[in-house]
C-alpha cells in the first residue's frame, strides 16, 4: 500500500463518522483518465474530505509555506500535493498541474482560491479555466455541502463531467471557462442542500 492509500483510508476511517459525510454522485467520476476536479471551499477540511471521498487519488496544489514546516511538509508532499507560490504566476506551479492532468491523474482545484468567509460560493478565478483549456482533461464540478460539525450530515456531491469540447473550439476565454465551472457547482449546491 502506497503512503497516500495508507494516509486517506486512517483519515477517512475518523473524519468519515465523525462528519458523517456522505459521497453522491460517484458513478459521474471518471475511472481513468485525466480529471479536473473543481469544488467550493467552505472549510479548511476540504482538501481532505473532497480528497478521501474521491474514488481516485487527487493531487492538489497547496501553498509553499506548508512544505517548509518540518514533518508535515513530507507528508503534504506524500499525500500527491505540489507547492504553489500564492500570489504570483508560478509558471512551475501550472506546468505541474498540467502534467498531472496529461499523465491521467486527478488535479483537484478550488476556484474560488481561498475559502469562502460566509458558506455563499464565491467567484472563481481563471485558473480553473486555464487548465480545462489547456488539457484535455475531464471537468468534474464537486459541491461540499453542509456544517462541519461533529456528527452533523456532510455531503460532498460529484456532478457529470462538463462538455468542453464547444469552449475549446470556440477559443472561449478562462474565465469563461472558469464562469461555466462555477454555474455547474452552483447548480449543484441547489440541488443538494
Known amino acids: ?18 462528519y458523517r459525510v456522505k ?5 459521474n467520476f471518471p475511472k481513468e483518465g485525466g480529471v479536473l476536479l473543481c469544488a467550493n471551499h467552505i472549510h479548511n477540511f476540504d482538501p481532505i474530505i473532497v480528497g478521501i471521498m474521491a474514488p481516485r487519488p487527487v493531487h492538489y496544489m497547496a501553498k509553499e ?5 518540518p514533518v508535515l511538509g513530507g ?9 504553489v507560490k500564492r500570489g504570483f504566476g508560478d509558471r512551475e ?6 502534467k498531472i492532468l496529461k499523465d491521467g491523474h486527478v488535479f483537484g482545484l478550488f476556484p474560488e482560491g481561498t475559502r469562502s468567509k460566509t458558506g455563499e460560493l464565491g467567484k472563481g478565478l481563471s485558473g480553473a479555466g486555464f487548465f480545462a483549456l489547456r ?3 475531464l471537468v468534474v464540478p464537486c459541491a461540499v455541502i453542509g456544517p462541519y460539525k461533529s456528527f452533523g ?6 456532478g457529470p463531467p462538463i462538455a ?29 442542500q
Open 65 to 69: 509555506e506548508i512544505f517548509r514546516v
Open 23 to 27: 459521497a453522491i454522485g460517484i458513478e
Open 135 to 137: 488539457s484535455d482533461a
Open 153 to 158: 450530515r456532510l455531503k460532498v456531491v460529484y
Open 75 to 83: 507528508i503534504v508532499r506524500k499525500c500527491n500535493a505540489f507547492p
Open 93 to 98: 506551479a501550472l506546468r505541474s498541474g498540467l
Open 164 to 192: 468542453m469540447e464547444e469552449m475549446r473550439t470556440n477559443k472561449a476565454s478562462a474565465e469563461e471557462v472558469t464562469e461555466l465551472i462555477m454555474s455547474e457547482i452552483h447548480k449543484l449546491i441547489k440541488e443538494h
Open 1 to 18: 500500500m502506497t503512503f497516500y492509500g495508507f494516509a486517506k483510508s486512517v483519515v477517512y476511517g475518523i473524519f468519515k463518522p465523525w
